[in-house]
């Protein structure tokens, strides 16, 4: 057996295990999971025309979760180039085909082929972007997830703002109002994966209040991120800002959501039942009202350990 397929079956096994977890039978997980992921879909494109962007953007998010700089340089250690390579497109090929194929079934070529193109970039972004230059970012006084994550990330906001620029120019109000969302979709993926333990124990504080400095640590900071899209948006669309407000809103709530999330893993990284129960709150957002609580109480068991 070569290294290829001893990593594909140590991924297969970890996923088992996910679902053992939480009490039931892999392949019952992996039926649930997928009539979910179906059910979800079919909720997104009948109840708004956001639907194609929000699920590209969602296809992307998870798709930059296999970037991350530490698992792509151990995964360089292991293969050759080319066959890094291949894994790599082997597994955004993967995770992008569930996305298409809904994108497809439901008439969004265009989109469908954008995101297919980034399937293949992504792939290789950590080389494109690669350089020994620091970029300059207003989040230093406030490590580490925003100011690690603005320098990778820095040529979404790029996308982020020529959607807005569409939005504005062909006065399309829904386009504007969804590029302030991806702002907030951006700053989710900062939270992965979980820093070390050292980073946790150092703020030698109670669970509960660096909770709560996590949470406003990162509130305010996305709410920096976005504060531009904001204003450019009420500058065009001045009658919309009950939109805006709504959009910031739903923003805070699932950023704090996956922030909760993180810590109730912690120190493992989120697993699959966890992104399931977040896929179910973007479908039916009252759930936060049960979620947020839920993941409180566990990442405040947690992180106890580490803190006092």
Known sequence: ?????????????????????????????????????????????????????????????????????????????????????QLRLVENTLV??????????????????????????????????????????????????FARGFRASWP????????????????????????VGCVFLVAMGYYQPPEPVFWVWLFRMRPAAFLQHKLRTGLVQASVLAALPALLVLFAFPGYWQWLVLVFLAGYLFLALLILGKYAAYPTPISMPQAILFALCIWFPPALLVMLPFFYRKALRAVAPILV
């Open 1 to 85: 057996m070569n290294v290829y397929q001893v990593y594909w079956r140590i991924q297969y096994r970890r996923t088992n295990r996910y679902w053992r977890e939480v009490g039931v039978a892999p392949w019952v997980g992996y039926l649930v999971s997928g009539g979910l992921f179906l059910s979800i879909s079919a909720g997104l494109f009948s109840r708004t025309g956001f639907a194609p962007y929000l699920y590209a953007s969602l296809a992307v998010f998870t798709l930059s979760l296999f970037n991350d700089r530490q698992r792509t340089s151990f995964l360089r250690q292991l293969f050759l180039q080319k066959s890094y390579y």
């Open 96 to 145: 992008s085909i569930p996305f298409l194929s809904v994108l497809m079934f439901y008439g969004d070529h265009l989109v469908a082929f954008v995101l297919l193109a980034l399937t293949l970039l992504l792939a290789r972004i950590p080389d494109i972007w690669k350089s020994d230059w620091v970029m300059p970012t207003p989040f230093g006084k406030k490590p580490f997830e």
């Open 156 to 179: 979404l906001f790029l996308l982020i703002f020529l959607l807005l620029l569409q939005g504005v120019v062909v006065g399309n109000e829904e386009l504007a109002l969804f590029s």
